[in-house]
């Protein structure tokens, strides 16, 4: 009996770029893709954490230019597929895009916010007439409905998208809530759906099981969890959960788990935890990759770094409105906030939650 299939993507090389305020080197793209080329891990990401042409004083610059990343990580990947990240307004198309695919990337996923799909189809489609295999991602998917996320995944599809991908920016979800979602994706699209974890509550690779029982067949997962904040869903974690569950990646297990180990050993700077600021990075529902400048600014301010992040998620502030960080920091310095205690805290949790609640029954 043929085991049903999952796809794996492995965006340590660029997801876990936010971990190390973008500054991975030439030498770790280089030998993470060996190592992941030997396990057979189908495709790997590589790039700025916020995907090409991202590099910027307000997200952060890299150590190295994206040509020196996707040249350097094409040359050391012959079975694995090359794949990047694109959020249309950092990377344009007759700069970064075809620059790309000059350097011979195979796989191109472009991303939104998830109630923005509208602004990727120019990318996805010149990626589609470029020849290259094209997925629709949307990020931070907490922050609209199922229903909604159906809708701008179905934008995508008529894009010419190839499979979609959800992503848990901030590591907002439950199993349920990613169960419901990919539900709503399976039964509004007639392409694969996948899901992108992060692990600020522990539920990493809960969810992504999650995502595969409603359908899912794309999942991502990163060495050691490599990644903004708390990290993403252990990729050798993932493929062992997997394999007892039945489903065939492809990828071989002894292998992967050595590839954890190079991780470790030459990229990960530290293997990712589930800090008190994730914690409440997730239950705010604030994207991962805010950990760090928050946590710099919060001690410029002398401020609770808890107390910015709440703060973020009742602004619904997303990845690329850093300098909201400051702004909040500084109101919270000058005693303008009301979030002074564990109490106000709680209650600034059941607002959250209102909040989105309504904004789930206007969608």
Same mark, same amino acid.
């Given at each position: 009996m043929t085991k049903p299939q999952v796809l794996i993507s492995d965006p340590?090389?660029?997801?876990?770029?936010?971990?190390?305020?973008?500054?991975l080197q030439a030498s770790q793209i280089a030998v993470y893709c060996e190592a992941a080329d030997a396990a057979g891990i189908p495709i790997v990401e590589v790039g700025h954490g916020n995907g090409i042409g991202a590099s910027s004083l307000q997200l952060g610059e890299s150590a190295i230019s994206d040509e020196v990343m996707l040249s350097t990580a094409r040359s050391h990947l012959k079975r694995s597929r090359l794949g990047i990240h694109v959020i249309p307004g950092f990377a344009t198309i007759q700069r970064d895009l075809k620059l790309a695919i000059d350097l011979g990337v195979d796989v191109i996923r472009v991303a939104s916010h998830c109630t923005e799909a509208d602004i990727t189809q120019r990318h996805i489609e010149f990626s589609r007439t470029a020849g290259k295999t094209t997925y629709g991602v949307l990020m931070m998917s907490h922050m609209t409905s199922p229903?909604?996320?159906?809708?701008?995944?179905?934008?995508?599809?008529?894009?010419?998208?190839?499979?979609?991908?959800?992503?848990?920016?901030?590591?907002?979800?439950?199993?349920?809530?990613?169960?419901?979602r990919m539900?709503?994706?399976?039964?509004?699209l007639n392409i694969p759906i996948g899901f992108h974890a992060h692990n600020n509550l522990g539920m990493a690779i809960a969810?992504?099981?999650?995502?595969?029982?409603?359908?899912?067949?794309?999942?991502?997962?990163?060495?050691?969890g490599f990644g903004a904040g708390a990290g993403n869903a252990q990729l050798e974690v993932l493929v062992a959960v997997l394999e007892r569950m039945g489903?065939?990646?492809?990828?071989?297990?002894?292998?992967? &788990?050595?590839? !954890? %180990?190079?991780?470790? $050993? =030459?990229?990960?700077?530290?293997?990712?935890?589930?800090?008190?600021?994730?914690?409440?990075s997730g239950l705010a529902g604030v994207f991962s990759g805010f950990a760090k400048p928050v946590a710099r600014i919060a001690e410029e301010f002398k401020v609770d770094p808890r107390d910015i992040f709440f703060e973020l998620g009742r602004r619904g502030i997303i990845a690329g409105q850093e300098d909201f960080i400051?702004?909040?920091?500084?109101? &919270?310095?000058? !005693? %303008?906030?009301?979030? $002074? =205690?564990?109490?106000?805290?709680?209650?600034?949790?059941?607002?959250?939650?209102?909040?989105?609640?309504?904004?789930?029954?206007?969608?």
């Open positions: 340590s090389l660029r997801d876990g770029n936010h971990a190390v305020r973008h500054q229903t909604g996320l159906a809708e701008e995944a179905k934008k995508m599809e008529s894009y010419g998208a190839e499979g979609i991908v959800i992503m848990d920016s901030s590591g907002h979800f439950l199993p349920a809530d990613v169960a419901d539900k709503h994706l399976r039964e509004a969810n992504s099981v999650a995502a595969v029982q409603e359908g899912a067949t794309i999942i991502d997962g990163t060495a050691r489903y065939d990646t492809g990828v071989d297990l002894y292998k992967v &788990l050595d590839a !954890g %180990d190079v991780a470790e $050993k =030459s990229v990960v700077e530290v293997v990712p935890t589930i800090s008190s600021v994730s914690v409440v400051i702004e909040v920091a500084a109101e &919270l310095a000058k !005693g %303008d906030s009301r979030h $002074k =205690s564990r109490e106000a805290l709680a209650t600034n949790v059941i607002e959250l939650k209102t909040t989105r609640a309504g904004n789930e029954q206007r969608s």
